[in-house]
């Protein structure tokens, strides 16, 4: 039996042996498979690339060859071209010729350039060096700016004679006599340009100057070609801004002013009226604490004894006086809920208006339509800003008011039924 296992052992131990020898040689063997595979790919690699260029040469030589061949059939279509086609050409050419002159005129007429030099004895335009050379110079005469003598609507709504220098979209003006300019704007309908007002100060007018009189000077521009300017002529006071409401604004501001009247009368009143404390009964015994209503609540529970005629008097006097305390506060609620109402009946009145304009004059100018609608819109704000003030100082007036009362109604129950 032991020999039997010492035989086990020596065989399972060759097993091993050989088993890990034949996979060392299989990684061997897949270690130099990759290697032949990675040369095998380099070089195909290589051949690709040598067959690549191969192919873009032969293409561009395909590509040559076709060239020449068009060109060669040209020449031939050439020759063989009938009288027709051949007259047929050239009254294209004889067209396009005289299309280009025709240009050349309107473009030195519009320019004001003499066409004596260009034309020939039968006055027409020749195309010639002498043509190029000058429209080569006014064209570099036209993007070099040069000062240019011009009307333009000054400062005072004055029209008079300026300098003027355009530089693509913008355009300096300056007036050497009164010392004056300025960036300028021409509006869609207006025949002459004006300056733009405060925006030049007398420094930048003084470098104004010197550019017009040296060609240096560093000069201030909108760089939002009239969009700063138009917010600058926009901005108004609260007088202009209110003026844009037209006649509606008028109500709503007479209702603003009556219910801040109104609450500032009864702020004071309320704030002067003498503190009510509770348990009234507990201070009959020290009469100087009592002062106002309270006092008067206690002379009515003294003078009358205990009975439903003392509970009528207190209670006819409370209403009394609940009516001086509440007097006037409806008017600042009332103006509260009026005042949106006239500012939306203003905006209403504001878009009629502003549709039967565009009815009329049509919706090609948006600004025009836009306008409209923004001034219709400003009684409507008008409205809220009497409006919200307002509701709150009546919920405050009222609370005050009502905090009073209630307190009085308390011990004037107290004093109902107490036996002095």
Do not use: C
Request: no cysteine.
């Amino acid at each position: 039996m032991v020999r039997f296992m010492i035989l086990m052992a020596l065989f399972f131990s060759a097993f091993s042996y050989s088993e890990t020898s034949v996979n060392q040689q299989l990684l061997d063997r897949i270690a130099k498979s990759k290697q032949q595979l990675m040369a095998i790919e380099k070089q195909v690699n290589q051949q690709s690339l040598s067959y690549q260029k191969r192919i873009n040469q032969a293409l561009n030589d395909v590509k040559d060859l076709r060239d020449k061949a068009s060109a060669i059939q040209r020449v031939a279509d050439e020759q063989i071209l009938s009288v027709e086609q051949l007259s047929e050409r050239v009254e294209k050419w004889r067209a396009q010729d005289n299309y280009q002159k025709l240009l050349l005129q309107s473009y030195f007429e519009q320019n004001g350039t003499p066409l004596g030099q260009f034309t020939n004895a039968n006055g027409e335009v020749v195309i010639s060096e002498s043509v190029f050379n000058t429209l080569q110079s006014q064209l570099v005469d036209a993007l070099v700016p040069r000062w240019q003598p011009s009307k333009v609507v000054d400062e005072n709504g004055e029209i008079e004679h300026f300098n003027v220098l355009q530089m693509g979209p913008i355009a300096l003006a300056y007036n050497q006599e009164r010392a004056s300019g300025g960036l300028i704007e021409k509006h869609v309908n207006q025949a002459i340009p004006s300056l733009v007002k405060g925006v030049y100060s007398e420094g930048e007018v003084a470098q104004l100057a010197q550019l017009n009189s040296t060609g240096l000077g560093t000069v201030m521009f909108d760089p939002t070609l009239g969009n700063a300017a138009k917010l600058q002529n926009k901005q108004q006071g609260i007088l202009e801004h209110i003026k844009k409401g037209g006649v509606w604004a008028l109500p709503i501001l007479f209702f603003g002013a009556l219910s801040l009247v109104v609450a500032l009368i009864k702020a004071v009143l309320l704030l002067k009226l003498p503190s009510v404390k509770a348990d009234l009964t507990a201070r009959l015994s020290s009469a100087k604490d009592l002062r106002g209503a309270e006092l008067t609540l206690v002379e009515i529970a003294k003078n009358y004894p205990v009975s439903s005629q003392r509970d009528d008097q207190l209670v006819a006097f409370l209403m009394k006086y609940r009516y001086q305390v509440e007097n006037y506060l409806g008017v600042v609620a009332t103006s509260a809920a009026i005042a949106p109402l006239l500012g939306l009946l203003g905006t209403v009145s504001g878009m009629i208006n502003t549709f039967m304009m565009m009815n009329t004059f049509g919706t090609g100018d948006a600004a025009t339509v836009s306008g409209g609608i923004s001034e219709a819109l400003v009684t409507t704000e008008l409205g809220l800003i009497v409006a919200i003030p307002s509701l709150i100082l009546s919920a405050l007036l009222s609370r005050k008011a009502k905090s009073h009362n209630a307190k009085l109604e308390a011990n004037a129950i107290q004093l109902s039924k107490y036996e002095f």
